[in-house]
T-cell receptor, first 115, second 113 residues
Framework: AQSVTQLDSHVSVSEGTPVLLRCNYS??????LFWYVQHPNKGLQLLLK??????LVKGINGFEAEFKKSETSFHLTKPSAHMSDAAEYFC?????????????FGTGTRLTIIP | ETGVTQSPTHLIKTRGQQVTLRCSSQ?????VSWYQQALGQGPQFIFQ???????GRGNFPPRFSGLQFPNYSSELNVNALELDDSALYLC????????????FGPGTRLTVT
């Protein structure tokens, strides 16, 4: 079975400093991987997705992630944090290459931005 | 384009009761997935419906059941509610194209007392 492990339950960074949210995956074949963000009282929003194309994936709001097969990692980064980035972030793996089938979520990382 | 909507927003039920949650999919989408998100956890896949048929199920007991209607809207039914069923229930819709992602609704917060 496929799974993802988010290595930090809570990350705090100062506004304007880089963000790093860590995710490792386990899969018996080349996975499709995603990062979703959940703001309070709002639905989950897709930030970016990796589906076996380029290993460096750029998403919305300045976020990007790099797929590293040798390290089984898919860490999310942003060069400069903004107050509006404060939210819960989920690393997700899909059963399919399309992302429209069963999604398996990590336990989430809460990102806090310090003014 | 209308996004995914869910109703009700919140509800409170008593243990042993039954509940029905509703989801309207995004225009043009024919697939609906349901997820349960317990407090402080990531969402867990309950099941998926494609063109009115169940198309995959997670590790949930049979008292969790669903329907999808010809207009692709969907219902999640939970019988014999237990305290552990208290959670945020999320609905997501998608198409079947190779680039289609799942679009999530805001969820229904269910509290079982």
């Amino acid at each position: 079975a496929q799974s993802v492990t988010q290595l930090d339950s809570h990350v705090s960074v100062s506004e304007g400093t880089p963000v790093l949210l860590r995710c490792n995956y386990s899969s018996s074949y080349s996975p499709s991987l995603f990062w979703y963000v959940q703001h309070p009282n709002k639905g989950l929003q897709l930030l970016l997705k990796y589906t076996s194309a380029a290993t460096l994936v750029k998403g919305i709001n300045g976020f990007e992630a790099e797929f590293k097969k040798s390290e089984t990692s898919f860490h999310l980064t942003k060069p400069s944090a903004h107050m509006s980035d404060a939210a819960e972030y989920f690393c997700v793996v899909s059963d399919s290459n399309f992302g429209n089938e069963k999604l398996t979520f990590g336990t989430g990382t809460r990102l806090t931005i310090i003014p | 384009e209308t996004g995914v909507t869910q109703s009700p927003t919140h509800l409170i039920k008593t243990r042993g009761q039954q509940v029905t949650l509703r989801c309207s999919s995004q225009s043009g989408h024919n697939t609906v997935s349901w997820y349960q998100q317990a407090l402080g956890q990531g969402p867990q896949f309950i099941f998926q419906y494609y063109r009115e048929e169940e198309n995959g199920r997670g590790n949930f007991p049979p008292r969790f059941s669903g329907l999808q209607f010809p207009n692709y809207s969907s219902e999640l039914n939970v019988n014999a509610l237990e305290l552990d069923d208290s959670a945020l229930y999320l609905c997501a819709s998608s198409g079947t194209g190779t680039e289609d992602e799942q679009y999530f609704g805001p969820g229904t917060r269910l509290t079982v007392t």
